[in-house]
């Protein structure tokens, strides 16, 4: 299996709730990210959340980390037409003199009008 | 706004042509990264490079080359690619430790015919 797991795609109305869920295998990540990528751009940075934690906020994203389960989710509250991209997962691991990002293949989250 | 640059935006070349992409960061970071991005295919770390030296080569083929001449500059090289190299191809930079979180440019889009 792959290392970091996604559903390939999301719709959802405009104004709803947007949950994009992950999940991850290596259990010695210590920090866990949400990018986001609109189309012909690169990847933005949206959150990212230390694995002590279960939950964190900004806004109108929540994520929530259930390191047991090693299982991540990302929240868009009151999602907008605007939110419309593609939503990676990555987690973090140290290599040889660096640290990597290992990401999934991302959710295209699609906001219905 | 991205303090990473990305050039050429768009490339298209033949398979025995010899091209470069250059990638410039703006904010200070000690460490470049290349990606390869595919359609249906996770994110690819292709190379790092950290303050200059590169740490991490991941069993890319010799076609790409790979060039940091200081930390705010990271080439890669291109010759005799194949079309199942088409691809977006993005740079990245980070201060280098775990926490600090990756910097994306905007990605040179290349196809080869």
């Known amino acids: 299996g792959e290392d970091v797991e996604q559903s390939l795609f999301l719709s959802v109305r405009e104004g709803d709730s947007s949950v994009i869920n992950c999940t991850y295998t290596?259990?010695?990540?210590?920090?866990l990210y949400w990018y986001k990528q609109e189309p012909g751009a690169g990847l933005q940075l949206l959150t990212y959340?230390?694995?002590?934690?279960d939950m964190k906020q900004d806004q109108r994203l929540t994520v929530l980390l259930n390191k047991k389960d090693k299982h991540l989710s990302l929240r868009i509250a009151d999602t907008q037409t605007g939110d419309s991209a593609i939503y990676f997962c990555?987690?973090?691991?140290?290599?040889?003199?660096?640290?990597?990002?290992?990401f999934g293949k991302g959710t295209k989250l699609s906001v219905i009008p | 706004e991205t303090g990473v640059t990305q050039t050429p935006r768009h490339l298209v070349m033949g398979m025995t042509n010899k091209k470069s992409l250059k990638c410039e960061q703006h904010?200070?970071?000690?460490?470049m990264y290349w990606y390869k991005q595919s359609a249906k295919k996770p994110l690819e770390l292709m190379f790092v490079?950290?303050?200059?030296?590169?740490?991490e080569n991941n069993s890319v083929p010799s076609r790409f080359s790979p060039e940091c001449p200081n930390s705010s500059h990271l080439f890669l090289h291109l010759h005799t690619l194949q079309p199942e190299d088409s691809a977006l191809y993005l740079c990245?930079?980070?201060?280098?430790?775990?926490?600090?979180?990756?910097?994306f440019g905007p990605g040179t889009r290349l196809t080869v015919l």
């Open positions: 990245a930079s980070s201060q280098g430790s775990e926490r600090d979180t990756q910097y």
């Open positions: 290596d259990s010695s990540s210590t920090y």
């Open positions: 959340i230390f694995s002590n934690m």
């Open positions: 990555a987690e973090s691991r140290s290599g040889a003199g660096s640290y990597q990002l290992t």
């Open positions: 904010l200070g970071h000690n460490a």
């Open positions: 490079y950290n303050f200059k030296e590169q740490t």
